[in-house]
């Protein structure tokens, strides 16, 4: 379950130097539980650390998934001292991915929902594999709860504003070719060349000077990330009430239990 | 020529539930004057608060118009009181549309210049029917006036800050298949299936929870209305101050002269 | 060299009128030196203040290019109250060409990167020679030198926030029809078809209300340019505690005298 067993550098990254391989494994659908925020979070920072890497591709280990986004179980029948620790580690997460001096591209091959699409959001860039299943969205809507507004700003800052307001209210998942057209990602390409796309990107943003590249991106991405950084206390307790309410906690049991039945 | 008459819930808002139907009613091109601004909210305000209606579709009754925009017979030759009524009016209609926790969708068959396209920008979705006659832009410059700021931020939350900086510059009014390229509208079919479009469309929209969809879109506007309610009284003295010039006043004699002219 | 014999008003100018049309000179490449700069300004500023001129078209009258962008000599080598003076001429020129109370149309027919690309964009259109030689597009970061906030804020103010974040990392530079798809000019065009389409599309803009216009462009722009004049000197002292950097200068010496060699 945990990041660290699932979450490896490949072999290819040592044939293409600088640059390393994340893989979520976290099955059956590579859920953002808390363990696994907390290990990501330390795996980037040392990746951040090690002057050896450069650049990390992003993706899973999971078949048919990128990530199902956030764990409602770590939302769900649980206390606010545990909401507020979970909300904590999901905005870390997001801090860390949005800003981070490495190259970030995401190579998704699975469904992409949610906490899913907001990780490969933060990228640098999105290479999506073009089948039918692959559909990438911030769906909060569709639970009756809300993006916060700061998934909100990562969204307007990829896709515009009208965009980002349609598909947010409607909870749109978008199949592949619309999700190219609106922006969502960069580039549509066959499944069996998801990864070999992200390596050739890769290689272009590598030829870029990695001073004049984070400061620059650091300029792009800074006032974003100071809106949250000045009211973190307040989104978190923002969450906590919000996600204590009866409504909100019935309409969460109930997907799950739906859920449950479903593989059952 | 008043909103009580023009508007109507039509029949059709008995066969699918939630849905009411307002069309405009103030022939010949429904000028925007006080006495319909005033009903206008009004009737929003009775649709919001009757939970019976989720949605709204908004079209008109006059043929080859949507609306013509503001009446400029309630901006020429008046005292400075009325100038002030009057926008004041026009400020409390689209701070209305514009979070209006309703599903707004506009149905439109005809001409939507100046405030008429205002108005349709507020929607959540616009269906424009195909037809060369159906032009669609914030055109005020052309009168050689000016739309003001939340006129504008309204425009660029909808198709962004370039197209907006030369379509506001030039007072540009857009064809169909030119409206739907720079997103002024989300579609364009033919003339008799407007009304159907629009109703299907809302279907989509009636499928998320309210509360859900309602913070969404509160979250995605709320900025841009907050901006004006800052400065609203400073905002109806600029109005006042600019429109009471003998420059403009004698365009705007001029320019209702012409279209009296052309009726004749 | 100096712009004084290189800007000209085209006998062009006086066949339509209240159109000039400004050629930079400066070979080889329009390098932007202080000189340049300067008398660059003072001609804008003539033509401001001479009622006869309501728009300039800017052009090249150095083959091959509409302008290299900004004078690396200038920036190396010098004095720190040399590269102060030469940024606050930069700054100034910004300032004057963004909020241009006359019509500023770019017509492109030579490679168009850095700073030649910053003055096409304070244009209010921009006209592109269908050639693959000219790229256009904020390079900066090939260099291993950063664009300035307000060099971003232009750029995200025409191409929108994720166009304008992938492009400045990575200092593309697009060729014709990638650059009109981005949205980085209006309209390409065959080369002999350049200044003439930018005659025809002036005859456009001449069509507004000055007045109207000029209020209408100030609103778009004015936010975008208060915030350099709020932040005007520490913008220059971060420019020149960024270039007198002994790596920078390094770098750009090495850059200069790759160029030499290739020119000797």
Redesign the interface.
Known sequence: MALASGMRLSARALLRPWVAVMKFKNPPVNSLSLELLTEFVISLEKLENDKTFRGVILSSDCPGVFSAGLDLTEMCGRNPAHYAEYWKAVQELWLRLYLSNLVLIAAISGACPAGGCLISLTC??RVLADNPKCLIGLN????????P?WF?DTL???????A???A????LLFPPAEALQV?MV?QVVPEDQVQSTALSVMA??MA??D???Q???N???KPTVDRLLKQRDADIQNFVSFISRDSIQKSLQMYLEKLKQKKG
Chains 1, 2, 3 share one sequence.
Do not use: C, S
């Open positions: 640098d860039y909060e809507t569709l639970l009756g709860i809300i993006a507004f909100r307007v800052n990829t896709i515009g504003h009208r980002a307001e349609r947010l209210q409607l909870g922006g960069d272009q943003w870029i000077p001073h004049a590249r400061l620059t991106k300029m792009m991405r």
